[in-house]
C-alpha cells in the first residue's frame, strides 16, 4: 500500500524556536494536508493544500506543497508550549470522496 | 463553528459481541467516512459513504464492519463480532465537497 513517511518520528525544541518537520510518499498525491493531534482527541486540521508548488500559512504555520507532488513540509515558528502534540501530514488522490492516506507522525515537545 | 460530533467517547466490549458507534457529521456535509487508529500507531482509513452508499472501502473493512445512515443527520458503524485487535480509536469524518475532512473527537472502543 502507500507510505507516507514523516521525519523526524520526535523532536523536542525550546519555547520559541522554529520547527521543520516534512512528509515524503512513494506516489503522486493531489492534495496534501496537515494535521494536529492532542492525546485522546481527534486530527484536527492545520493546512490543505491542492497545487504542486502551493505555499500556504496559517498564522505561525507555513506549509508546502512539493513540485513532484510527492512531498510536503510543515514550519512552525516560533514555538510555544500549545503546539504540543503529534503532526500528521496525509494525502488524498482525486476521486469523488477520496480517502486519506496518513504519514506515520512528528510528535513534538516543547520545554520552556 | 460546526463540528463532527461522535458517540459513546468510551466502549468498553466482551469479544464476540456488537457494537455500534455513532456519529453526526456537520450538518450541510455529503460525504463521511471511518478511520481508526490502534494506540501509538497512524490513523488508518476504513470506509467511505457518499449518495447512501460505500464508495470505497479498505482490507480492514471485512464482513464484520457495516456502516449506515439511518437518518438525515447519524452516520453509524457497526461491528458484529468484536475482536481483540478492534480495540482502537475510531474517527468520524465528514467532508462537504470530497476534499477537505474534518474528524470527529473520536470513540475508543476495548474489546476485553
Known amino acids: 500500500g502507500q507510505q507516507l513517511n514523516q521525519s523526524p518520528q520526535s523532536m523536542f525544541i525550546q519555547e520559541g524556536e522554529d520547527v521543520s518537520m516534512n512528509c515524503t510518499s512513494s506516489?503522486?498525491?493531489?492534495?496534501w494536508l496537515w494535521y494536529k493531534q492532542d492525546p485522546g482527541e481527534g486530527p484536527v486540521l492545520l493546512i490543505a493544500l491542492y497545487k504542486a508548488g502551493e505555499l500556504t500559512s496559517n498564522g505561525r504555520l507555513t506549509a508546502q506543497f512539493g513540485i513532484t507532488r510527492k512531498d510536503s513540509f510543515l514550519n512552525i515558528s516560533a514555538s510555544i508550549p500549545s503546539d504540543v502534540g503529534i503532526y500528521f501530514c496525509a494525502g488524498q488522490k482525486t476521486g469523488t470522496a477520496s480517502k486519506l492516506t496518513f504519514g506515520t507522525g512528528t510528535r513534538l515537545q516543547v520545554t520552556l | 463553528e460546526p463540528e463532527v460530533t461522535q458517540t459513546p467517547s468510551h466502549q468498553v466490549t466482551q469479544m464476540g459481541q456488537e457494537v455500534i458507534l455513532r456519529c453526526v457529521p456537520i450538518s450541510n456535509h455529503l460525504y463521511f467516512y471511518w478511520y481508526r487508529q490502534i494506540l501509538g500507531q497512524k490513523v488508518e482509513f476504513l470506509v467511505s459513504?457518499?449518495?447512501?452508499?460505500?464508495?470505497?472501502k479498505s482490507e480492514i473493512f471485512d464482513d464484520q464492519f457495516s456502516v449506515e445512515r439511518p437518518d438525515g443527520s447519524n452516520f453509524t458503524l457497526k461491528i458484529r463480532s468484536t475482536k481483540l485487535e478492534d480495540s482502537a480509536m475510531y474517527f468520524c469524518a465528514s467532508s462537504a465537497s470530497g476534499e477537505t475532512q474534518y474528524f470527529g473527537p473520536g470513540t475508543r472502543l476495548l474489546v476485553l
Open positions: 459513504f457518499y449518495n447512501n452508499e460505500i464508495s470505497e
Open positions: 506516489s503522486i498525491f493531489n492534495t
